[in-house]
């Protein structure tokens, strides 16, 4: 057995490391692979969309070119119309049309517009006259206006108009271009079509630099002259009008509007003579017009740019634009970077994968290994394991289980429970398994389990829930036999019990004899006047005392030691606590000349819950051990915040308050400290002779700290006193109480004097205690039962205060507070929350329905006026039915009674009541039984809804309710008033029936308590 585990675990753990390189070498080239197909993909796709975008760049601006030399054309077209529009358009009307076309805007490139006269020899003298007289345009007209070049010629095209006036001052006025023989052929076909004339040829121009430039010409007809036929266009020719523009302005203007500035073009004037030969091949006959084409850097190759060749119409010739660009610069920077990015993802989601299918193959095979090493260990351990699904079927049995039923483990598992067992054997074990499957929490406990030979074995048994997908699926069951350490724990048990009975027998014993001599000394003491008989009197009753406290000592102890101890939870106070102690210790600390200081943190709440019976208790000792350790100086007693606590219990109201006690007495050494808190010890065995005591109020101080969820110290030097400290975890006060004095401030009552105030409030308790509360400090009070009665009262009469629950019937107070601050007429009214749920979040909820306060019931008269006065303040003086004040000290109130001491606190908090009404014993009973009467009346609507099973009428009749109990300080009602509450959470029809029950029972219980308690502070 033990080779075979050996064998699993190396085999789990190992897992041959060459054969894991080897996968892992395969996941590695499969990514590479992938990574690289992906980069060639994404860079096939990068340079296809950057190609779409070049070939969208070159044949918008393709279009651009051939856009403008129709424009160009159009406007030759149009000069063209202008002369056969008329008989004779004179140079005026051709210099306005010209400028008329805002050249400069709409046609940059162009450089000149020109009209050449066409005439014969004859005709030659007077066009050189006609032209040195016209001073239309230009006053000092054209005297030296002459025919170039010289010669004498059949004909004569003369250059007689030229706009703008920059062309005319180069010379070119009067020139022939029909001397040329290569244009005069281009002119005459131009006469004989009526079509425009491009020769293509270009032309070197020096001004402003030195460019290329080309010439368009259209021929220029008589009006009204019938041109059908070529020899009625010769008769009616009378010249041409052309256009002359600079090439690199052409491409400049249509390149300017590309996107891509980098987009570079050359042009090229097809050479081909045979129009049926052209194509876009670039050839050696071709004119290059225009080239701006980056030099070939070295190194680069054809790859690094785009390049194509678009065709040009130039009016019936061809112009080959060739463009060009680099292709990084139409890559962007997500087509730099996705290949790369392709690459890296590729490899990472495949590594990725190939991980997780890695993963899934090494888990099963791991999980078959655990499997096998589960089964050894889980055979080999000394205790009972099985797995049993909802259906009561075993998934797994180990083989102690199987023998302990007396079949083989595989015979069991699959089978049910009723099975393989007895069915009164499987009912009862089931009955332990079902509620794992419904509460899904561990459960532990010690069951007798028969084996098949009849012995009985005690097995401890702990129960677990399987969950899958959030649901409880299976529980697994372990148990070991603990027979032998149940009869251990039997036989110890029954020592303990024994020596618990000694203690008590003798404790009853002691004490009535003791009470004897306490009642009789104390007496004696009331009738002697003998001083030395009086002295020994003193001293017996001083020396009874004595023995009763180590008598009270012992016995706590054996409670703590029995676990028979148990704290109380309950809402005090820091003052009161301190006072408790100074009433009890103050004259011990006087008698030895030492002054007693108390401190509480301001960072603490004055109001806190726990159990401040044994607080004191613990405070008594080490304050009791200060004054009797310390000759001179002060003691300190100190509370101080040690910090949130909500992991111990997991509670978010917890805080953790540290508790000293320091002097300045005789102090001890560190091996003293060290044994201190030891039963029955103490630090030096001299002090017993010199002070007494039994060495047990430490230790008890000691675990009462750990009772409360604390621990207890001691810092010490020799001769200059300690200072003894321990800490509890004491919860918030849920009343959220006022600390401090109970007295009316007389300001507060002038305010509330007159005041008219709107109590909204549903319990009928609820209204009577506030109503007559407020109206004995002189307010008058309107009641409404919901928040529809109360908007109904408001819009008829106006109120200088609002108290508003929070959950009522028909329209709660959130609802009501919306509608209240929704309404022009009642937006500015005063609302103060009152409300039994005293969470922070509450408190948000209240101020964001519009609240302007928020206080917690039950409601301490004194805090609740103190609010309402303080907003009062703010407000006018008679914003309702207010009167003028009388004297504050008129004003009748019993807020600054002394509180009544409980018997019973956890039943009946007589400070609670006392708070609330003043410690006024007559109003203490009248409400404490007008309560009795409501809780009735509530428990009766409850069992209705308990009987229609209606959860959420209950947990608001529960609500209801706490607040009246709380109100009158029935603090352990009130908490089963909270859990009824707490149904709507999701409790059971179970648990509300066996809470109700316990309703009842307490209520019958409170009846006697509250007619005894309250019978006797009455009287």
């Known amino acids: 057995m033990t080779q075979a585990i050996k064998r699993s675990m190396t085999g789990t753990v190992g897992g041959r490391p060459v054969s894991r390189l080897v996968w892992w070498g395969v996941g590695l080239s499969l990514s590479t692979l992938v990574a690289a197909l992906l980069h060639v993909g994404a860079t096939r796709l990068v340079d296809a969309d950057a190609r779409q975008r070049f070939d969208a760049l070159a044949r918008s601006a393709q279009s651009s070119l051939s856009t ?29 049309y010209v400028q008329a076309l805002g050249m400069r805007t709409h046609y940059p490139a162009i450089e000149s517009v020109t009209f050449a006269r066409h005439v014969t020899a004859a005709g030659r003298a007077e ?36 706009e703008p006036q920059a062309a005319r001052a180069n010379g070119r006025l009067g020139l022939d271009i029909g001397a040329n023989p290569l244009a005069a052929i281009h002119l005459d076909q131009a006469r004989d079509s009526g079509k425009i004339s491009a020769s293509g040829l270009p032309i070197l121009v020096n001004e402003p630099r030195p460019h290329l430039a080309l010439g368009m010409r259209m021929p220029v007809y008589r009006s009204g002259a019938l041109l059908y036929s070529v020899e009625a266009r010769r008769a009616a020719y009378i010249g041409s009008v052309g256009v002359g523009f600079s090439v690199p302005a052409l491409v400049g203007s249509a390149l300017e509007e590309m996107p891509q500035r980098r987009l570079r073009l050359a042009l090229f004037a097809d050479g081909a ?63 730099v970077i996705l290949p790369p990015a392709a690459f890296a993802a590729g490899f990472l ?64 598992i699959g089978k049910l429970d009723r ?17 794992i499957f419904v509460d899904g929490a561990r459960h532990a406990s010690q069951v007798e389990f028969a084996q098949p030979d009849g012995e009985v074995r005690q097995l401890w048994t702990v129960k677990v829930p399987v969950l899958l997908d959030g649901e409880v699926s299976a529980v697994i069951g372990l148990s070991t036999d603990v027979t032998e350490l149940h009869k251990l724990k039997a036989q110890a048990d029954a020592a303990n019990q024994a020596k618990s009975n000694f203690l008590s027998n003798m404790s009853h014993e002691i004490r009535t004899p003791m009470n004897s001599i306490i009642g009789m000394s104390h007496l004696a003491l009331r009738t002697v ?111 101080l915040a040690g910090g949130e606590s909500g992991s111990a219990s997991g509670s978010e109201s917890e805080i953790m308050v540290r508790f000293e006690v320091e002097d300045a007495g005789i102090g001890m050494s560190e091996a003293e400290i060290a044994d201190l808190f030891k039963s029955f010890h103490q630090a030096d065995p001299s002090t017993t002779r010199k002070y007494g005591g039994t060495g047990l109020g430490l230790v008890i101080s000691k675990q009462l700290a750990e009772l ?130 005293a969470g922070r979040d509450d408190q948000a909820r209240c101020l964001e329905a519009g609240m302007n306060e928020f206080v917690t019931k039950p409601i301490s008269p004194k805090l609740l006026f103190e609010v309402i006065a303080r907003w009062l303040a703010t407000r006018p003086a008679r914003n309702g039915r207010r009167r003028v004040a009388v004297a504050a000290d008129q004003a009748p109130t019993r807020m600054s009674a002394a509180p009544v001491v409980s018997t019973d606190a956890g ?104 007619a005894h308690e309250l019978t006797e502070s009455a009287s």
Not at 282 to 303: C, F, I, K, M, W
Not at 419 to 435: C, H, L, N
Not at 529 to 553: C, F, M, T, V, W
Not at 725 to 732: E, P, Y
């Open 68 to 96: 403008r030399i129709k424009s160009y054309s159009d406007l030759a077209r149009g000069l063209s119309a202008l002369f056969q529009s008329t008989e004779a358009p004179n140079r005026l009307h051709f210099h306005r």
């Open 127 to 162: 066009l050189v006259a006609t032209v040195a007289a016209d001073r239309s345009v230009d006053a000092g007209g054209y005297p030296g206006f002459r025919i170039h070049p010289e010669g004498e010629r059949p004909g004569y095209t003369v250059l007689t108009y030229i």
């Open 273 to 335: 003579s045979d129009p049926e030969r052209r194509t876009l091949a670039l050839g050696s006959d071709d004119r290059q017009l225009y080239n701006d084409h980056d030099p070939v850097a070295v190194g680069e190759t054809e790859d690094d740019r785009f390049d194509t060749v678009l065709p040009v119409d130039y009016n019936g010739s061809l112009w080959k634009a060739h463009f060009r660009i680099a292709r990084a610069d139409l890559y962007s920077e997500f087509d």
């Open 349 to 412: 989601v495949t590594m990725l994968a190939y991980a997780y299918f890695f993963t899934l193959y090494r888990s099963r095979r791991t999980a078959i290994e655990q499997r096998v090493l589960l089964d050894s260990v889980l055979d080999s351990i000394d205790a009972h394991v099985y797995m049993k699904d909802r259906e009561r079927r075993y998934i797994y049995v180990n083989a102690r289980t199987a023998e302990a039923m007396g079949q083989p483990a595989e015979d069991i």
């Open 419 to 435: 099975e393989v067992m007895t069915p009164e054997q499987a009912d009862f074990y089931w009955r332990q398994d079902s509620r």
């Open 529 to 639: 006047a003998n001083p030395k008989q009086r002295d020994y009197l003193e001293k017996i009753h001083h020396s009874s005392q004595h023995l009763l406290g180590i008598i009270n000592d012992i016995l706590d102890f054996s409670k703590i030691e029995a676990g028979k101890l148990e704290l109380e939870v309950l809402d005090f106070g820091l003052n009161a606590l301190m006072q408790n102690i100074a009433n009890q210790l103050g004259d011990a600390a006087a008698n030895k000349h030492l002054a007693l200081e108390f401190e509480i943190d301001p960072a603490l709440a004055q109001q806190l819950r726990g159990d401040p019976l044994r607080l004191e208790q613990v405070l008594l000792n080490f304050t009791s051990n200060a004054i009797k350790f310390s000759e001179n100086g002060r003691i300190r007693v100190r509370a």
């Open 708 to 837: 409360m969820g604390g621990t207890v110290g001691v810092d010490s030097i020799p001769g200059h006193g300690s200072c003894f400290w321990f800490t509890a975890r004491l919860g918030k006060a849920v009343n959220f109480l006022q600390g401090g004095g109970s007295a009316v401030d007389p300001a507060v009552l002038d305010q509330l004097r007159g005041a008219y105030i709107l109590l909204v409030e549903d319990n009928i308790f609820s209204q009577q205690v506030g109503q007559e509360l407020l109206e004995e400090a002189g307010s008058t009070v309107v009641v409404a039962n919901n928040g529809k009665e109360a908007i109904d009262l408001m819009l008829k009469e106006r109120f200088d205060c609002v108290l508003m629950d929070v959950q009522m019937p028909v329209m709660d107070g959130f609802e009501a507070t919306r509608m209240i601050r929704s309404d022009p007429r009642l937006r500015d009214a005063l609302v103060i929350a009152m409300t039994a749920n």
């Open 907 to 1010: 039943l009946l908090d007589m400070s609670a009541l006392s708070l609330t009404f003043g410690a006024n014993p007559v109003k203490m009973r009248k409400y404490a039984f007008m309560f009795l009467d409501s809780a009735r009346d509530g428990l009766a609507d409850v069992s209705e809804a308990l009987d229609r099973a209606d959860v959420e009428r209950m947990a608001d009749l529960g609500h209801r309710i706490k607040a009246s109990a709380k109100a009158v300080g029935a603090m352990r009602f009130a908490g089963l008033c909270q859990d009824l509450e707490r149904l709507r959470d999701g409790g059971t029809m179970d648990q509300a029936r066996t809470l109700v029950a316990n309703m009842y029972t307490l209520l019958d219980q409170l009846n006697e308590h509250i």
